[in-house]
DNA sequence: GCGTATTGTTGGACTCCGTCTAACAATACG
DNA sequence: CGTATTGTTAGACGGAGTCCAACAATACGC
């Protein structure tokens, strides 16, 4: 049953030799093919492990907005929806670690992405707060309510996000940042 | 001096027979060549007119940001900022008017735009938290704080776009769904 | 009218991304 | 030793976006 040809690689060394090309010559400069040369695999092969060039950056983060949203969307409506997501949101972006991200946004212009890291990084704002509104919907508010909060708990984790990396990705204080952002929503 | 040849377009005819294009047979299905050749034009020169695909439907949002974002530039720092960015946000949004991003808005599902839309769409939130945040700054707030509320500002205007855009586009209602939009916050 | 500068248009070549597929290679297992 | 499974590979493909040199249509000075 776990038969069939083993692995060449993996994404972890993908994503170590993709990110010292994009040190050493920038993101643009650097092509797919380039980054699967660099591990001695095909252009194809890359693709089997990540869906785009701009995913090295992202699984990290996304996989932590995908708790974020499955916990969400178990959780009951409370009454004190605000400790709800101020909760559930420590619980997914505490356990974040310092990855390909936190390395591309300190060298953002190093590599040349701040275009590419605002788009990215706003579409996963965005995703966050898509994950919060629904709840708060559950819990008796309207759309526009919802959204607009919704969009404030994004800002807040993704302004501490930033912060995080850009101090240096030491893991207590990513909470502490968390707490400090969250706790300027009333 | 005001010599050369004439356009044999403009971006209002070619917006308009993109948006036909991507009502007819969604976005995807719709090459740049498919617009140019609609229109009755090379597909040159349709990059002479909007730098990429998705820029049709976004010019005129972005230059309403623009605005946003000198109008703060220029604002003094107040000791109530929140009336200033309230203001300024009403005084740069309310004059958008319907155009192609609210046909896209109402029609995505039959684009097949959604990932776009989202993606864009959380572009521009970030670009007007971006114009935002700096004079927050400069009113004294912290790098955290004034990313925070510039968020949640930029929640609120997104939000009540959309809710506009979905409702129908009437002129009046945007300007009010802003005022509810903002008025959430605090 | 006639050249000329200006401005817009065009076709084509080019790079890269991302998709797809059919062939091939390396393993486990019967 | 054959076979199923899984991973790898080359190559073709279509579309986005860039670039450029050639071409076309206008206004203007003469």
């Known amino acids: 049953m776990s038969g069939g040809r083993p692995h060449a690689v993996s994404r972890e060394l993908i994503a170590e030799a993709a990110c010292e090309l994009f040190l050493e010559q920038g993101y643009e400069r650097t092509t797919v093919a380039h980054i699967a040369r660099r591990v001695g695999v095909s252009r194809s092969s890359f693709f089997n492990y990540f869906e785009s060039k701009s995913e090295v950056f992202w699984s990290g983060l996304d ?55 605002t788009q990215e990084m706003a579409t996963r704002q965005w995703r966050i707060a898509a994950a ?39 893991r207590e204080r990513l909470d502490d940042l968390l707490r400090r952002a969250l706790g300027m929503l009333r």
Chains 1, 2 share one sequence.
């Open 132 to 170: 919060i509104s629904p709840y708060l919907r559950r819990t008796g508010q309207d759309a526009l309510a919802a959204e607009v909060h919704a969009a404030a708990y994004a800002g807040a984790v993704i302004a501490a996000l930033r912060a995080w990396a850009l101090a240096g990705a030491g």
């Open 63 to 117: 996989e932590r907005i995908g708790f974020l949203d499955a916990f969400l969307a178990a959780a009951c409506p409370s009454s004190q929806p605000a400790a709800v997501v101020t909760d559930a949101v420590r619980e997914a972006f505490s356990r974040f670690a310092p990855d390909a991200l936190a390395l591309a946004l300190v060298n953002s212009d190093a590599m040349g992405i701040v275009p590419e890291l």
